[in-house]
């Protein structure tokens, strides 16, 4: 089976801009979460869809917001982008996000914001 | 959501065993303890997970205390390859899924 995969992999934006990444989750897999990753803060959860579903969120702003489609492919969006949302932003999915089971992360989408 | 206190890093010679311990003495009976790892800011990689037995796999094997309070992560030979950040997380039960990262070991494997 494929991986998860993310695009783009590499994106440069400027303040006050907006950009959407999107993840491709396993197939099978429609459970699909997102995670940013900065040097100061480390690994945080953001959301976690299923079924087209928002079902948990983590502590971010409105400007962060998801969402996935009938496929189980899935979309966030940040909005009035600021400095300090450069960072690797990762996707994982699992089947059903059952608490036993394994999520499974792609390789990123490293935002830069100048 | 249980918290995880590991070392911040530790070294380890090439073809010996790493052994990455793992506190988390607040998980509760429906929590699972999970190992990925993250070599150079790529996704993390899944290692193992458990509930109360020990278990193995082809990568790792996963020690738990009988009182579930830590955990040891056993790289049995370690290559050079398997430098990175190790992450110990307690995943909550139920119907969620949301990984709670801390701030992981930084294993160095040298020659």
């Known amino acids: 089976k494929a991986g998860v995969t993310q695009t783009p992999r590499y994106l440069i934006k400027t303040r006050g801009q907006q950009v959407t990444l999107s993840c491709s989750p396993i197939?099978?897999?429609?459970?699909v979460s997102w995670y940013q990753q900065t040097p100061g803060q480390g690994l945080q959860f953001l959301f976690e869809?299923?079924?087209?579903?928002?079902?948990n969120k983590g502590n971010f702003p409105g400007r962060f917001s998801g969402r996935q489609f009938s496929n189980s492919r899935s979309e966030m969006n940040v909005s009035t982008l600021e400095l300090g949302d450069s960072a690797l932003y990762l996707c994982?999915?699992?089947?059903?996000?059952?608490?036993?089971?394994?999520?499974?992360f792609g390789p990123g989408t490293r935002l830069l914001v100048l | 959501d249980a918290k995880t206190t590991q070392p911040p890093s530790m070294d380890c010679a090439e073809g010996r065993a790493a052994n990455l311990p793992c506190n988390h003495s607040?998980?509760?009976?429906?929590?699972?303890v999970y190992w990925y790892r993250q070599i150079h800011s790529q996704g993390p990689q899944y290692i193992i997970h458990?509930?109360?037995n020990n278990e193995t796999n082809e990568m790792a094997s996963l020690i738990i205390t009988e009182d579930r309070k830590s955990s040891t992560l056993i790289l049995p030979h370690a290559t050079l390859r398997d430098t990175a950040v190790y992450y110990c997380?307690?995943?909550?039960?139920?119907?969620?899924?949301?990984?709670?990262f801390g701030t992981g070991t930084r294993l160095q494997v040298f020659p």
């Open positions: 607040t998980i509760s009976g429906n929590e699972y």
């Open positions: 997380i307690v995943r909550v039960g139920g119907n969620t899924d949301k990984l709670i």
């Open positions: 197939s099978g897999h429609r459970s």
């Open positions: 458990g509930l109360k």
């Open positions: 994982a999915s699992s089947p059903q996000g059952g608490p036993g089971e394994t999520q499974y």
């Open positions: 869809y299923f079924s087209e579903t928002q079902r």
